[in-house]
């Protein structure tokens, strides 16, 4: 802005007795030292909500499986081998539901 001094990084400030002057945010905005990435997850509440009747029920099914020879461990690879190749097949609950 016309007739402000330049913001100054807190790597450029004066000594420890030096006031510091409140910077403009816009000046602290377009600094590129100032710039910072953001992760956003849109989780789904409800997916977080009830996931754990999913587990449950994966759990119960490799019980009632009683495999004879893989372990439960092996089995659950197996099934989550299984769902992520049914990704670009089935989609996701967005692009799969009728109502959306």
């Known amino acids: 802005m016309p007739g402000q001094e330049p913001f100054n990084h807190p790597s ?4 420890p007795g030096t006031p510091i002057r409140n910077p403009d945010p816009m000046q602290m905005a377009r600094d ?3 710039r910072r990435q953001t ?3 849109d989780a789904d509440d409800t997916l977080w909500e009830n996931n754990i009747y999913f587990e449950r029920a994966i759990v119960n099914f490799i019980s009632f499986l009683n ?3 893989f372990t439960p ?3 659950r690879q197996v ?3 299984v ?3 049914s990704i670009p097949t089935m989609a996701t609950a967005c692009t799969a539901s009728p109502t959306r």
């Open 79 to 81: 099934l989550n081998e």
């Open 12 to 15: 450029e400030r004066g000594s």
């Open 67 to 69: 495999h004879r020879e």
């Open 32 to 34: 590129p030292r100032n």
């Open 39 to 41: 992760l956003l997850i």
């Open 73 to 75: 461990g092996e089995i």
């Open 83 to 85: 769902e992520r190749k």
